[in-house]
């Protein structure tokens, strides 16, 4: 699907990618890791046909600088930065549509299921949105196509938990069609998200790495926290996440999406001595857990229910 | 086309929106509104009077303010688009680089033409209102002259702006482009030729080779035919052209110039880094 042959890239005379060849294939889900200036973003751009490079890049035999309508016809992206496009939102969305020859009440339909209502912003320039809302509608455009690869650089930095379990569910959706490049600094950020990790360094591929094709990015898990205390900040977290209290703010109830549970228990690692009893258990099943008595957060296929400290549970389970 | 118009329509809403271009059209017509108040159609030069009178103020005030205005308006187009990180994005969109530029030159054009010749087709209206005789062929000549004077200016600009990589850099260059060309109307020639180092017909050439020379020329040689004004220069001009030969020149020539700097800023844009 994907093909970068030596691709070198140098800005004045610093080497920014150096003889990167990669293959990605149909369906991949592909992490691209790795701290600033390791050149994630020029090897994009390069993908994209923004960036003349040595080497080659194709997209289904394609080159995508010489053949840019056909071949970005094929991709949705979504950058890292919002663009400062002063254009009204209407206009964007109906712009990308046209020349992605998709109907704009597809970006509509999507915006709306990730929580973003256009109507009131239709005429508000896109450079005067929220984080958020800019984000939810790159998204939106993105996804609102028949795009053959998706690449997206930090792409749910921005939103809240609600648009997170969305955007989860909008990239299960379309996980067996679509190849997945996400760019992250973090591989946290991601790895539930993904089947294999390229981290990169000073241009240089350093892993490339497959796992383990069990990640469901629509799977759910269940979970219950009782605390020992009413703790308004507390409550505040698990509203975001929303999150019902089933008692004066003392016993909470909610579901996580797989693919951020992570990310949830990190968040409720900080309220660890507030924490009387913790469970998580998944929702949706997706794949058979691996044994009666083994207990697995990495796949997504296991429960946790840990009475006491939830960290010295988590330690143990994993 | 579809592309090539979608990218136009980008540009001219962005445009329409930007503070520069409500200052451009305020600018043309409060020059036509003014010429009118302060009673301009009513006095009288080598012979001209009424609406002929303004239109050849208004000419010479437009050649002096148009070149400026749309060097340093278009220069920040690709430059600044690129600055401000808006090329990662739109041009991940399925949109050919022939379409996005030269979409952009269509879309920028439209909107620096139409307010200077909504000015003049204000000044027409005024007049018929006032019951003042229209010289329609000189009306139309001079809107071919604006016409080509902003194809010209644009299309420098749209070189400017794909050489730079920064806004800063393209206005100092737009402002550098503006003021040699305006330092060879009179003051470089006319140093030259005092140390008589060059042939007068070199001399002329080398003014008939910078636009803003050119249209001044056919905006004078409207009023004044055999081109007094200009002296001796006069007779090289019009020994090498005639009259009506010159008038063509001054709509060939500019517009050649201006395309083909469009597209060498072209070639430059397809084959460089676009974010």
């Known amino acids: 699907m994907i093909r970068f042959s030596n691709v070198a890239k140098s800005f004045r005379k610093i080497r920014v990618l150096d003889d990167i060849s990669l293959e990605i294939g149909l369906s991949e889900r592909v992490a691209l890791i790795g701290s600033n200036g390791a050149g994630k973003t020029t090897l994009i751009r390069c993908l994209l046909g923004e960036y003349t490079f040595d080497g080659e890049v194709s997209i289904g035999g394609r080159d995508p600088r010489k053949e840019r309508t056909e071949v970005l016809g094929t991709i949705g992206f979504v950058p890292q930065l919002p663009p400062p496009l002063k254009m009204p939102v209407a206009q964007l969305i109906n712009f990308s549509a046209a020349l992605c020859a998709t109907d704009p009440a597809r970006i509509h339909e999507l915006a709306q299921r990730l929580g973003l209502e256009l109507a009131p912003i239709l005429a508000r320039p896109f450079v005067k949105l929220s984080g958020g809302m800019k984000q939810k509608l790159l998204i939106a455009i993105a996804l609102g196509r028949d795009a053959k690869v998706l690449v997206m650089d930090e792409p749910a930095a921005n939103l809240d938990p609600e648009a997170r379990k969305i955007f989860f569910e909008l990239l299960a959706e379309r996980q067996e069609d679509v190849t997945m490049l996400i760019s992250s600094h973090r591989l946290n950020e991601v790895s539930a998200l993904v089947n294999r990790v390229i981290e990169m360094d000073m241009g240089k591929v350093v892993l490339d790495d497959r796992v383990a094709d069990d990640v469901s990015l629509s799977g759910r898990f269940a979970c219950r926290i009782a605390i020992k205390r009413s703790e308004p900040a507390f409550a505040k977290a698990m509203q975001a996440w929303s999150f019902r209290d089933l008692g004066n703010g003392l016993e909470w109830e909610g579901e996580v999406p797989g693919p951020d549970r992570l990310r949830f228990m990190g968040m409720t690692s900080r309220y660890v001595a507030l924490i009387n009893s913790y469970s998580l258990e998944e929702a949706v099943k997706v794949m058979p857990p691996a044994g009666p008595e083994t207990v697995s957060l990495a796949d997504g296929t296991g429960s946790l229910c840990v009475p006491g400290n939830p960290l010295r549970g988590q330690a143990t389970a994993t | ?275």
């Open chain 2, 1 to 275: 086309m579809n592309q090539l118009w979608l990218t136009a329509k980008l540009d001219i809403v962005e445009s329409l929106r930007a503070r520069w271009f409500q200052v451009y059209t305020l600018v043309f017509g409060g020059i036509v509104a003014l010429l009118f108040l302060f009673g301009l159609t009513e006095s009288r030069v080598l012979g001209f009077i009424g609406l002929s009178r303004l239109l050849v103020t208004y000419i010479q005030l437009t050649m002096a303010i148009l070149p400026i205005f749309v060097l340093i308006t278009t220069v920040r187009s690709v430059a600044g688009d690129r600055e401000a990180g808006v090329y990662e994005y739109l041009l991940s969109l399925p949109v050919s680089l022939a379409a996005w530029f030269w979409g952009k030159i269509l879309g920028r054009y439209i909107v620096i033409f139409l307010p200077v010749f909504g000015a003049m087709v204000l000044a027409v209206v005024i007049a018929l209102i006032r019951e003042i005789e229209v010289p329609w062929s000189m009306f139309g000549y001079y809107t071919a002259l604006l016409a080509v004077m902003a194809a010209c200016f644009l299309g420098i600009g749209m070189l400017i702006s794909a050489l730079a990589r920064s806004t800063d850099m393209a206005q100092g260059a737009a402002f550098v482009v503006w003021l040699t060309l305006l330092l060879f109307l009179d003051l470089i020639l006319l140093g030259v030729m005092i140390q008589g180092k060059v042939s007068p017909e070199v001399a002329v050439s080398m003014a008939l080779a910078n636009p803003l020379q050119v249209f001044r020329t056919a905006a004078l040689a409207l009023f004044d035919p055999q081109l007094i004004v200009l002296g001796p220069s006069a007779y090289v001009i019009l020994d090498n052209f005639g009259v009506t030969g010159y008038k063509i020149f001054a709509l060939v020539y500019p517009t050649v110039l201006g395309v083909v700097a469009a597209t060498l800023g072209y070639q430059l844009f397809r084959r460089g880094d676009l974010p």
